[in-house]
């Protein structure tokens, strides 16, 4: 388990991330270069929650680090509801280090998508990013399968669900960090869908689980959420 606690030393967040993940000189720079432009963008932006700076390690780039394991073999991942690029910029950077794949990523709020852009050139994230509404961005993506999709902090479990539904069915594997609500959002989704799914540990949150979604079916024929 990887510590979050508030009173860790920026310098103390950052080794302690880069020591529990084996990635390359390369990447830990383009991770740490990450964290520089958020700093920067975030006085004028205020693209994360101001008391998540002092941890920004472990809250945030060891949080997105973890989930590739989840999905090792997804070469188009998809991340909706990018935010700062969490996940989207972290996965973005390791797809890069492979020397393969590639991640999109959705969001709809214009300074966001200002600092995304600028993040991946800043970094050289194998990303794209897409401004829009999530249900008008998706049908026109095209292209390769998504082989995997992930959100974080976006919405409840079957919401997710809803939204990801025809990937999901086309063989896509949905990986979805929740916190501490974990297994009530999953009752709630059971009620709308039947799903195989595992509840793995993560690395950052005790409390908190990777839902990992293989397969998807609706409730006797049901409409899921629409």
């Known amino acids: 388990m990887i510590s979050s606690s508030d009173s860790s030393s920026p310098d103390a967040d950052r080794l302690e991330t880069l020591t ?12 740490t270069i ?14 994360v929650g101001a008391g998540t700076l002092a941890n920004v390690w472990t809250r945030h780039i060891a949080d997105s ?3 590739i394991r989840h999905a090792p073999d997804a070469r188009h991942w998809l991340d909706l509801g990018s935010g700062a690029g969490f996940p989207g910029i972290v996965l973005g950077i390791l797809l890069r280090e492979r020397g393969e794949g590639h991640i ?30 999530i249900a ?23 919401e997710l669900l809803d939204m990801t539904k025809d990937l999901l069915r086309n063989g896509a594997t949905g990986v979805f960090p929740k916190g501490q609500d974990w297994e009530s959002e ?32 609706e409730v006797d024929g049901g409409h899921g959420r629409r």
């Open 34 to 47: 990450l964290v520089q432009e958020l700093r920067r963008w975030q006085a004028v932006k205020n693209l």
């Open 186 to 217: 999953l009752t709630e989704a059971r009620k709308y869908w039947r799903i195989t799914v595992d509840a793995l540990p993560s690395l950052v949150d005790s409390r908190g689980r990777i839902l990992v979604v293989r397969e998807l079916q």
């Open 136 to 158: 008008d961005i998706l049908p026109i993506l095209g292209g390769a399968p998504v082989d995997a999709v992930t959100a974080r902090a976006l919405a409840p479990l079957a």
């Open 104 to 133: 999109d990523l959705v969001e709809s709020n214009g300074r966001k998508c200002t600092f995304l852009r600028h993040a991946i050139r800043a970094t050289g994230a194998s990303a794209a990013v897409h401004q829009g509404r």
């Open 65 to 67: 680090l973890q989930l």
């Open 20 to 31: 529990a993940f084996s990635v390359s000189r390369e990447t830990s720079d383009r991770l």
